[in-house]
């Protein structure tokens, strides 16, 4: 079974400055999807940015960007010019042929103004 | 319009009684999925539907029945609960293609935050 693992419970960084946010997981499948949701404490689950596998260049979405490295299973999510809005719970999360969703344990970003 | 909208917003019942948990979507999704999430804890998966088909069930107990009456619309009932099921009910959907059904973007509501006493 694919298992998703976020070593960070908590990270904080202050306005403006740049944070990433660690993931890795665990597959035997070739083809697979990877992606970043944000959690703030509104509880909406918020699409940040997505991975598809077969593709080395890393996926960027205005400030916030991945490290894929697929040889190591890991995908990192990097959040430049931090804004206080970024505040939330940032969930990794891996989805491969049998269509289920597997998260991380999550990772709760804070934000110093 | 990207919305998927569950109502309540919060329902507190007791183990005896029978309610259901509802989600909306109109953007043309034929894959609906139901997670539960604990505080603290990431969402874990219970059902999908794919094409108003039950394709997953992830050995949820039988106190909780999915249905999918149609394209837009995905129901959870609630009967016999638990204390411990109390939760965070998410609903989310997504396009379905087929075998690609991985690669869809899966788009969450808000959730039910159910308290069971």
């Known amino acids: 079974a694919q298992t998703v693992t976020q070593s960070q419970p908590e990270m904080s960084v202050q306005e403006a400055e740049t944070v990433t946010l660690s993931c890795t997981y665990d597959t035997s499948e070739s083809d697979y999807y990877l992606f970043w949701y944000k959690q703030p404490p509104s509880r909406q689950m918020i699409l940040v940015i997505r991975?598809?596998?077969?593709?080395?260049q890393n996926a960027t979405e205005n400030r916030f960007s991945v490290n894929f490295q697929k040889a190591a299973k890991s995908f990192s999510l990097k959040i430049s010019d931090s804004q206080l809005g970024d505040a939330a719970m940032y969930f990794c999360a891996y989805r491969g042929n049998n269509n289920d969703m597997r998260f991380g344990a999550g990772t709760r970003l804070t934000v110093k103004p | 319009d990207t919305e998927v909208t569950q109502t309540p917003k919060h329902l507190v019942m007791g183990m005896t009684n029978k309610k259901s948990l509802k989600c909306e979507q109109h953007m043309g999704h034929r894959a609906m999925y139901w997670y539960k999430q604990k505080a603290k804890k990431p969402p874990e998966l219970m059902f999908v539907y794919s094409y108003e088909k039950l394709s997953i069930n992830e050995s949820v107990p039988s106190r909780f029945s999915p249905e999918c009456p149609n394209s837009s619309l995905l129901n959870l009932h609630l009967h016999a609960l638990q204390p411990e099921d109390s939760a965070l009910y998410l609903c989310a959907s997504s396009q379905s293609r087929g075998l690609e059904l991985a690669k869809n973007i899966q788009y969450f509501g808000a959730g039910t935050r159910l308290s069971v006493l």
């Open positions: 991975q598809e596998a077969y593709k080395q």
